[in-house]
């Protein structure tokens, strides 16, 4: 079966901090892969997605980037970290094989800049 | 513009009663609809779809929905909550031209509430 797995589980960062948060999935191949930011306990808000290695699209504008330096591994990343970064970051996969397949999603990283 | 609407931002029902969470869409061509719920802290868990078929898609956890493509709604449903149905639920439809991507809009969710 597959799983996803994100780490770490929660993060404190100063403001100006790098970010380096690990998403990894088991159990499937070249599976699409996606960066959502939650912000307030409510709306998703999708940061990258990318549908193979190397292969990312950014969504937003923003201080954050992704890479997909392997098949089943998807990294957000920062510079620097602003206040307005904080918030529950969220990693899922969808499978290719079927084209109306539904996202699953990783337990989340809660990111608190201070 | 492709988006989708969850019109409560609360719901609140007695344990044993039926529950209904709403969601209605506007999206261009066919919708492929999705209905995920979320407990405090954690990711989203995917309940059930709706791509074609029957109207009623059932679900996870004694959940279904219903699709009417008339009032372009996919409401969730559940014939008797319970405490542990306490949680945020989130609509979403798939963005049209995006089978390759799988991209996904979601509504604002839902926090249901099931009261003893």
């Known amino acids: 079966s597959q799983t996803i797995h994100q780490w770490p589980a929660t993060l404190v960062q100063p403001v100006g901090s790098p970010l380096s948060l690990e998403c990894t999935v088991e159990?499937?191949?070249?599976?699409?892969l996606y960066w959502y930011r939650q912000a307030a306990g409510r709306g998703l808000q999708l940061l990258f997605y990318?549908?193979?290695?190397?292969?990312i699209s950014s969504e937003v504008p923003q201080n954050l980037s992704a890479s997909r330096p392997q098949d089943r591994q998807f990294i957000l990343s920062s510079k620097k970290l602003l206040l307005s970064d904080s918030g529950f970051y969220l990693c899922?996969?969808?499978?290719?094989?079927?084209?109306?397949?539904?996202?699953?999603f990783g337990p989340g990283t809660r990111l608190t800049v201070l | 513009a492709q988006s989708v609407a969850q019109p409560e931002d609360q719901v609140n029902v007695a344990e044993g009663n039926p529950l209904t969470v709403k969601c209605t869409y506007s999206v261009s061509g066919n919708p492929y609809l999705f209905w995920y719920v979320q407990y405090p802290n954690r990711g989203l868990q995917f309940l059930l779809k709706?791509?074609?078929?029957?109207?009623l898609v059932k679900g996870s956890y004694g959940f279904e929905a219903e699709f009417n493509k008339s009032q372009t709604s996919f409401h969730l449903k559940k014939p008797s909550a319970l405490v542990s149905d306490s949680a945020l639920y989130f609509c979403?439809?798939?963005?049209?031209?995006?089978?390759?991507?799988?991209?996904?809009?979601f509504g604002q969710g839902t926090t249901l509430q099931v009261k003893p």
């Open positions: 159990g499937t191949s070249n599976p699409n």
């Open positions: 990318s549908v193979g290695i190397g292969q």
């Open positions: 899922a996969w969808r499978a290719l094989a079927g084209f109306n397949n539904e996202q699953f």
């Open positions: 979403a439809v798939r963005v049209p031209g995006s089978s390759n991507t799988g991209k996904l809009i």
């Open positions: 709706y791509i074609t078929g029957d109207n």
